[in-house]
Structures are given as C-alpha cells and as structure tokens.
C-alpha cells in the first residue's frame, strides 16, 4: 500500500518551453503533497507544499511562476516548469502524506533535462 | 529551529560487517523520526518510522533504529550489510505541522559496501 507514482520518469526538453509533471497517489486519498527538487550528491529541497483544492506554499525562493503546482484532486498533483531553462535541469520528486499522517511516501523521481 | 544533522557523509563498510548510520535532531516536542533510503536516480522508500513507545523499532530489510532523547539521536543500525545495501540514507524528523506539515531532513550518508 501507499504507493506514489509519477510521470514521466524523464523528460528532456528545449529551454522556453513548459513541462508538466503529474504525481499520483495510488491507493491512498492525499490531502497534502510535496515537491522536491535534488542536486546530484545532496539532500532534497522542498520547493513546495501542495494542498488539495487551494493553492500551494512555496519555499522561500522558490519561483511560484516559474514552478506551477495544481493539486485538483485527492490523488493528483501537477508540477509545471514554465519556461524551462538549463539551470532548471535537476530530479524532481513528489510526496505525498500518508494515511496516518505522518510519514511521507515518495514516487520514482523525474529528470528533467533542459536543452 | 528543527534540525537534522547526519554527521557523516560517506560510509564504506565491508559485506557481512555490522553498521550504524548516526542522525541527531533538534525539535521542540516528541519528534517523529523516520530513515528513508534512496538508490541513484530513485524517489526514496521509507525504511522505518518513530512515533512513539517502544524506543528501538524495526523496519524493512533487517534494519533497526533506536530513538534516545537524552541523545537527540536515532541512530540506524543492520547486523550483517549486504551489498544490495549501498545507497543513500536520509534521516527525517516532522511533519511540522506549523509549516505545512513538511518533513526536516538530513544531509544523507552514502553508504558504500565492499564486498
């Protein structure tokens, strides 16, 4: 149980254009999901908290126009990098609050390469 | 502030050897502890978690931690590592509930087996 999937798993795209990242969960109804971003080598940085039906709350410094998140159901969320830049390149990866509320389940990852 | 600090940065330990990966936190109340681990260009899966009660908890893959409060620590520990074993290890304390619920995670430990 508690299984996150996302999509696509990669994703290479040319710089000025937008790419959209979806994050299911499963088998479990997910008020709240997150968005990391990770650099090679290093820990997870969490770009935003996503709650079903209202708008997200970005980290600080994280770009809300540029990183568009849309959490319109209890088991989907949307990551949307707009106008793609190379320096956006890096693995995106979702979470989503369990249902015991506590620990977070993750999904696969996305790479996203801009060219 | 909430904190996780994972002292160490890389760890190699031979197959068979025991190992213990070491993760101090700074919280205001009775933490939530967790240890993921992530294999390279995967989301992370959650190994074990914390509540409350019994202070040494087992997880998945014969992994163990123990939870001290006098310590602020919840070290990870496995008897015999297997080489399937070397991956990166994150510590996490959370969800905060002030801030969205998001979890506070550590720098990772790399964990490297020689066979």
């Known amino acids: 149980g508690a299984v996150v999937s996302q999509h696509p798993s990669w994703v290479i795209c040319k710089s000025g254009t937008s790419v959209k990242i979806e994050c299911r969960s499963l088998?479990?109804?997910?008020?709240?999901m997150f968005w990391y971003r990770q650099f090679p080598k290093q820990s997870l940085m969490l770009m935003a908290t996503?709650?079903?039906?209202?708008?997200?709350?970005?980290e600080q410094g994280v770009e809300k126009d540029k990183f568009l998140i849309n959490h319109a159901s209890l088991t989907l969320s949307t990551l949307t990098v707009t106008s793609a830049h190379p320096e956006d390149s890096s693995f995106y990866i979702c979470?989503?609050?369990?249902?015991?509320?506590?620990?977070?389940?993750f999904g696969p990852g996305t790479r996203l390469t801009v060219t | 502030a909430q904190s996780v600090t994972q002292p160490d940065i890389h760890i190699t330990v031979s197959e068979g050897a025991s190992l213990e990966l070491r993760c101090n936190y700074s919280?205001?109340?009775?933490?939530?502890l967790f240890w993921y681990v992530q294999s390279p260009g995967q989301g992370l899966q959650l190994l074990l978690k914390?509540?409350?009660?019994?202070?040494l908890v087992q997880g998945i893959k014969g992994f163990e931690a123990e939870f001290k409060r006098s310590q602020s620590s919840f070290n990870l520990r496995k008897p015999s590592v297997h080489w399937s074993d070397a991956a990166e290890y994150f510590c996490?304390?959370?969800?905060?509930?002030?801030?969205?619920?998001?979890?506070?995670f550590g720098q990772g430990t790399e964990l490297s087996v020689k066979p």
């Open positions: 979470s989503a609050r369990g249902p015991g509320g506590g620990e977070q389940y």
């Open positions: 088998d479990f109804q997910a008020t709240t």
């Open positions: 996503s709650n079903e039906g209202s708008k997200a709350t970005y």
């Open positions: 919280y205001g109340a009775t933490p939530y």
């Open positions: 914390y509540f409350s009660g019994d202070t």
């Open positions: 996490a304390v959370g969800p905060i509930y002030n801030q969205g619920g998001k979890l506070i």
